[in-house]
Structure formats: structure tokens, C-alpha cells
Nanobody
Framework: QVQLVESGGGLVQAGGSLRLSCAAS????????MGWFRQAPGKEREFVAR????????YYADSVKGRFTISRDNLKNTVYLQINTLKPEDTAVYYC?????????????????WGQGTQVTVSS
């Protein structure tokens, strides 16, 4: 079973950047498809980005394409989310998640393990 710990969130001004990290332990990191999700107050958790086991394939929600970049370092057991040109609507708790077997959907229900989340707040 893999444990996930996110870091890198904070308060930033609109137009700024952040890099979120998610460190994995307790499992074979390269076995997992990794995803980032976010949840704003009063809203459902939504898919942000996904990366394949060895990092050769990535997929993004339309709302973040061109501004967010997901990457991973399997030697460091870490997945990253680079967020550029932040907007107030990006304010949310950001979660990383691990999926043992891609189900063909980006539903949170398809992911097996979750971190505790890191808060990103964007001021206008």
C-alpha cells in the first residue's frame, strides 16, 4: 500500500506560479498511474492531470491545459504539478492520487490511494 504526502501549496497572487510535490512511500511507485485532483469549497473533487507509470503519457483537464504540467521522478518516488499563470478560480485543495490500473476514466473513484491534500489560494 502506498502512502502519499503533498507539499508546495500556499498563498500566491494571480499570475504567479507554484510547484506542488507528492512524495510516495510504502509501495513500488512506478507501478502506479498518478493523478492530481482539486476540490474547491462547496464543489466536487475534480480531475486536473494524469501521468502514466513511466511518464511517457500525460493528460489534462481542459480547464488547465497550457498552464499546468504534470511530471514524475520514479527514482525520487515523487510526482509534481507545475502550475503557472495562477487564477483565483484555481483556489482549491490539491490532492495527488495513485491508480493501480487505469480504468479508462478520470473519476476520483477509480483511484486507489490519496494524499491529505495541500491548499492553494490565489488572490486577485
Amino acid at each position: 500500500q502506498v502512502q502519499l504526502v503533498e507539499s508546495g501549496g500556499g498563498l500566491v497572487q494571480a499570475g504567479g506560479s507554484l510547484r506542488l510535490s507528492c512524495a510516495a512511500s510504502g509501495g513500488t511507485f512506478s507501478r502506479y498511474i498518478m493523478g492530481w485532483f482539486r476540490q474547491a469549497p462547496g464543489k466536487e473533487r475534480e480531475f486536473v492531470a494524469r501521468i502514466s507509470r513511466i511518464g511517457g503519457s500525460t493528460y489534462y483537464a481542459d480547464s488547465v491545459k497550457g498552464r499546468f504540467t504534470i511530471s514524475r521522478d520514479n527514482l525520487k518516488n515523487t510526482v509534481y504539478l507545475q502550475i503557472n499563470t495562477l487564477k483565483p478560480e484555481d483556489t482549491a485543495v490539491y490532492y495527488c492520487a495513485a491508480d493501480e490500473a487505469y480504468s479508462g476514466t478520470n473519476s476520483p473513484d477509480s483511484y486507489d490511494y490519496w494524499g491529505q491534500g495541500t491548499q492553494v489560494t490565489v488572490s486577485s
